[in-house]
């Protein structure tokens, strides 16, 4: 039963369009949410993350949405640029209780057409 | 570099066989973290330490998986009479501070693991 769901495996865009990646989380205790980007055969890196105590957070190209009553939160990456194909994950912790154990969506592999 | 390593990169194995699985954090850092991560995948939670300490293990799906962090630096996960089912991809990350889940978590490139 997951408790993070990134229902599309894929999303395809093109160069210096927006790319919007969608993250669901079913846990109400969840409230601290990070993306993660991940090249292949080398580990996730973190990206960008948010606290429940905000609905938004911008770095750069850069923005995370956090819509707490839906328990969705989105990640914006504009313009996109080539690089940015990767594969992305969503993953949320709880700061009370938890020590750091991170819960991760299945990832959605972005491809930015030139 | 001075991001996680881990190794071997890849280990293939016949079942029945115990496997040891290395990691090197960060330099100083206090927290490490074991994911498990099967194809298609996120990265799914196995164990962590703080120092030398075991401050979680719910995520080890069995006890064939132990790990141990005996001088608070290199990690080590081991697999007993390996199955067929262990095989993965096993991550291991690592954190400056321990007791802060806002802590980014570094992740090493991992061990790909296939049991024959």
């Known amino acids: 039963d997951q408790q993070v769901k990134q229902n599309s495996p894929s999303l395809s865009v093109q160069e210096g369009r927006i790319s919007i990646l969608n993250c669901d989380y079913t846990?109400?205790?969840?409230?601290?949410f990070l993306w993660y980007k991940k090249y292949p055969a080398e580990g996730p890196t973190f990206l960008i993350s948010i606290s429940s105590i905000k609905d938004k957070n911008e770095d750069g190209r850069f923005t995370v949405f956090l819509n707490k009553s839906a328990k969705h939160l989105s990640l914006h990456i504009v313009p996109s640029q080539p690089g940015d194909s990767a594969v992305y994950f969503c993953?949320?912790?709880?700061?009370?209780?938890?020590?750091?154990?991170?819960?991760f969506g299945k990832g959605t592999k972005l491809s930015v057409k030139p | 570099g001075a991001g996680v390593s881990q190794s071997p990169r890849y280990k293939v194995t016949k079942r029945g066989q115990d496997v040891a699985l290395r990691c090197d954090p960060i330099s100083g850092h206090v927290s490490l973290y074991w994911y498990r991560q099967a194809l298609g995948q996120g990265p799914e939670f196995l164990t962590y330490?703080?120092?030398?300490?075991?401050?979680?293990k719910s995520g080890l799906p069995n006890d064939r998986f132990s790990a141990e962090r005996p001088e608070g630096s290199i990690s080590t996960l081991t697999i007993q009479r390996t199955e067929q089912r262990d095989s993965a991809m096993y991550r291991c990350?690592?954190?400056?501070?321990?007791?802060?889940?806002?802590?980014?978590?570094?992740f090493g490139p991992g061990t790909r693991l296939t049991v024959l």
């Open positions: 846990n109400s205790m969840f409230d601290y």
């Open positions: 993953a949320a912790s709880a700061l009370r209780g938890s020590q750091g154990n991170l819960i």
């Open positions: 330490f703080n120092y030398e300490a075991q401050q979680d």
């Open positions: 990350a690592s954190s400056l501070t321990g007791g802060l889940s806002t802590d980014t978590q570094y």
